[in-house]
T-cell receptor, first 115, second 110 residues
Framework: EAQVTQNPRYLITVTGKKLTVTCSQN?????MSWYRQDPGLGLRQIYY???????DKGDVPEGYKVSRKEKRNFPLILESPSPNQTSLYFC??????????????FGQGTRLTVV | GIQVEQSPPDLILQEGANSTLRCNFS?????LQWFHQNPWGQLINLFY???GTKQNGRLSATTVATERYSLLYISSSQTTDSGVYFC????????????FGTGTRLKVLA
């Protein structure tokens, strides 16, 4: 089944304890991206990647790191999480369509709480 | 940047009713998608529809790119249709950044 898989689905952690949220897609997509969703602010892009070893900042990259060593994986790293990073996180992957746009597929989300 | 507005913001329906959700956008776009966020928070891909009309079961969507709007039709609604419906557009080609609308929160009553 074609899908984007995130792990873990739920995580409660303490301030300052490094964590990684994994994301893997099995659709051979070139594009991958991370978003966070917060009440009243909607979904905002954190980082995106156009291909292996190519990453760039989105709108809210502070406090996050990413890497794209393989096409299928795009982990999100929080080196020193803080309570303001409590959020619902989504990984997405996409493929370029013939009309020039990209169709996005989202993972099931990771609900992170930092205390 | 591109502005995306959705209406109505909230909608309550009885099971079996039909509804139309609207998405207006302020600039030409390469793509447009409709998503359903279910009560568990998952974002389900409904349609990739930069232009034209598509149908999938009880759902259909139409995008009129020249007039900068898209419509999502839900027919014979079911309680499982409850959740938030988002339209999203790729704001700048090549950044793979989707600009999401504010959403329409739908509740279907049994």
């Amino acid at each position: 089944e074609a899908q984007v898989t995130q792990n873990p689905r739920y995580l409660i952690t303490v301030t300052g304890k490094k964590l990684t949220v994994t994301c893997s897609q099995n659709m051979n997509h070139e594009y991958m991206s991370w978003y966070r969703q917060d009440p009243g602010l909607g979904l905002r892009q954190i980082y995106y990647s156009m291909n292996v070893e190519v990453t760039d900042k989105g709108d809210v990259p502070e406090g996050y790191k990413v890497s794209r060593k393989e096409k299928r994986n795009f982990p999100l790293i929080l080196e020193s999480p803080s309570p303001n990073q409590t959020s619902l996180y989504f990984c997405a992957s996409g493929n370029l369509q013939g009309d020039g746009g990209t169709e996005a597929f989202f993972g099931q989300g990771t609900r992170l709480t930092v205390v | 940047g591109i502005q995306v507005e959705q209406s109505p913001p909230d909608l309550i329906l009885q099971e079996g009713a039909n509804s139309t959700l609207r998405c207006n956008f302020s600039d030409s776009v390469n793509n447009l998608q409709w998503f359903h966020q279910n009560p568990w928070g998952q974002l389900i891909n409904l349609f990739y529809i930069p232009s034209g009309t598509k149908q999938n079961g009880r759902l259909s969507a139409t995008t009129v790119a020249t007039e900068r709007y898209s419509l999502l039709y839900i027919s014979s609604s079911q309680t499982t249709d409850s959740g938030v419906y988002f339209c999203a557009l790729e704001g700048t080609s090549g950044t793979y950044k989707y600009i999401f609308g504010t959403g329409t929160r739908l509740k279907v009553l049994a």
